[in-house]
């Protein structure tokens, strides 16, 4: 793996810790790395109104929406530690995140280059977040 990407990798591993999961148990966190060169960081944020919380993925968009308003995302790694389990399979994005990191590529006009990872094990490299499958899209709604 690129140096680049691994050291993202590693501060996403690493992030996890702080996620906020006291109800499902399940710590996600999200880097990015951004165009201007910032790195910007979000993890996973529960509360009792389960399941109310923001998943990693969005509140990194949401972080990069508000500091750096249409920033180009180059490549974002996403990862995940179960508070009572393994982590050696690579996390993938849910649904509603899914439309989030598609809506910011359009929004962008640039493709968001993922690195899916558990703590350790397999690491999928994806090109868009396009490419995972049945995003829904403008073409749906008419």
């Known amino acids: ?37 910032q790195i910007v960081k979000g993890t996973n944020q529960e509360n009792a109104s389960f399941p109310v919380g923001i998943c990693a993925e969005r509140s990194l ?8 308003p249409n920033e180009i995302i180059e490549t974002m790694a996403i990862t995940y530690q179960p508070q009572d389990g393994s982590s050696n399979n690579p996390i993938s994005p849910c649904g509603m ?36 499958p049945f995003a829904f899209s403008e073409e749906d709604l008419g």
Request: proline letters at 5%; hydrophobic letters at 40%.
């Open 97 to 132: 995140c899914r439309q989030s990191l598609v809506e910011y590529e359009n929004r962008v006009h640039h493709p968001i280059r993922l690195i899916l990872a558990g703590m350790e094990g397999p690491v999928y490299v994806i090109e868009t977040s396009k490419d995972l």
């Open 1 to 37: 793996m690129d140096p680049k990407d691994a050291g993202l990798l590693q501060q996403a591993r690493e992030l996890t810790s702080v996620a906020y999961a006291p109800y499902s148990r399940f710590h996600v966190a999200s880097v990015a790395q951004l165009a201007n060169g």
């Open 61 to 68: 968009l949401a972080a990069i929406g508000t500091l750096y």
